[in-house]
């Protein structure tokens, strides 16, 4: 594999190889040295066009724990601003020797386009783009779940437990908008699992029906239902779009209130009481307290959202580790 850009580039084998390699990493962070020598001299450019706090500075430790040079970019106070195109970006990464870049474009397909173009040699992994893709986020929350539910060490690619067969995972809330979603259907239906999304009709894609997993109006009836774990999502109202968006306090249509959306399809400490003992709670972040989540939710014992992000660096050194360390293998072996 050259690129990370969608989940679909990872078959089941893949997948696992990924969190495999990532339990490793793991290890390591749990040292008083968290650094490895292995990408020393390895450029890694961050391409942020979308605003991100985890993700960026999660591919940013996990870059310097790998010994990488790192150069952080975004898009804002760059020469984006003065209406650069994306390809003379790239050509100035090109130019200046990144071996991976990594991306986050508000255009689904701007990462396939940096991929694909010619315009770099670096490899190219997708940290998000529009409502398309985020494969890294679908990954760590993979492992996440496959660490609370498997145990921490499952590390043999064909041992059972290796993959998430037999977990029902629910995902919940603003589905329409969420590249989260979209990845984590892909990639938890690979590893074996089986997915149930939770939305209002509103915030269901056209032409999810054809995806491979079940969808369901009604939270209460899911969570009876038993889930292993519950992944809440953002409610994006950046993305809704509305008259006079400012940004912040429209939901443009796609719900009745914000009271109306937290009643329905919130979670809150009743909903979470309904839940088996060893369901997990997870969100990618940003969370809205108080919109999709409760604060008593976001901070139970079950929510395993502060993980999540620690998972994340590890994810992550994985995912630059077998896209740059493989291929400098290869490049002194020639
Ligand atoms: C998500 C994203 O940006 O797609 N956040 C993240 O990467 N941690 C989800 C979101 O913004 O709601």
Redesign the pocket.
Known sequence: MRHLLSVADLDRDAAVLVLDTAAEMAKTQGREIKKLPTLRGRTVVNLFFED?T??RISFEAAAKRLSADVINFSAKGSSVSKGESLKDTALTLQAMGADAVVVRHQASGAPHRLANAGWLDAAVLNA?DGTHQ?PT?ALLDAFTIRRHLRGPDVGDPDGVGADLSGLHVAIVGDVLHS??ARSNVGLLTTLGARVTLVAPPTLVPIGADRWPCEISYHLDEVLDSGPDAVMM??V?RERMGGPGLAGAATSAGFFPSPLEYTRQYGLDARRLARLPEHAIVMH???MNRGLEISADAADSPRAVIVEQVANGVAVRMAVLYLLLAGDREKGTEA
């Open positions: 991100s985890r993700t998000g985020h986020q590249r989260v999502l953002r994006q990618p972040g940003p």
